[in-house]
């Protein structure tokens, strides 16, 4: 895959996601719905890029063993958030509306494990690992310092409130678009040397 469109990619994704979870709110709740499950395919597709890019930081640090664990652990959170996110699609598709998706949610988060796995843990993996990966990027100077700085305040924004996901969407492209740039005459180097 390309690493220059996963850059590009996977913030506009998650830009249409936060997007459309603001339209979906409109009425009041979120889900089920076209928006519900329209807003949740765009986020999986995010993640499922973050797979290329968190592999595509580890090769610009040059292998280290941080980014190699940074990578995997971020995978691994990929793996927890997606699945999590499958959840809520299929949820919605059962549930006959809004108040109806609740105890199905507490169903499947009453299953041991899930809660902290799905919910608790599991999705944070993702988060600190892309961070540590840009900062590790800033400290061999590969980016410029203000990149994880970006990063940092895409992942804090949601935390405030997340319908500010399309703002922080927004620092992502931006923290992102250097390392896009950056990914292309490296692939081509890569190329002619081999």
Request: proline share 6%.
């Amino acid at each position: 895959m390309n690493s220059r469109f996963a850059f590009i990619a996977a913030p506009l994704l998650v830009l249409a996601y936060g997007v459309i979870r603001i339209l979906d709110g409109l009425d009041g709740s979120r889900g089920p719905g076209i928006a519900w499950t329209t807003g949740h395919l765009a986020f999986i597709a995010a993640l499922l890029l973050f797979i290329p890019i968190f592999w595509r930081l580890r090769h610009m640090a040059g292998g280290a063993a941080l980014a190699t664990v940074s990578a995997v652990v971020g995978t691994v959170g990929i793996a927890a958030l997606v699945t999590q996110f499958a959840i809520d699609i299929v949820i919605g598709f059962m549930a006959a509306d809004h108040d109806a998706m609740s105890p199905l949610f507490d169903q499947v988060q009453a299953v041991p494990g899930v809660q902290l796995a799905l919910y608790d843990a599991g999705p944070y993996l993702f988060y600190v690992a892309q961070l540590v990966l840009v900062v590790h990027l800033a400290v061999v100077k590969v980016v410029k310092i203000w990149t994880p700085v970006l990063v940092l305040v895409d992942l804090m924004l949601p935390m405030i409130d997340k319908d500010l996901i399309p703002v922080g969407a927004i620092f992502l492209l931006v923290s992102f678009w250097p390392l896009a740039r950056r990914s292309i005459p490296v692939a081509r180097h890569a190329l002619v040397h081999a």
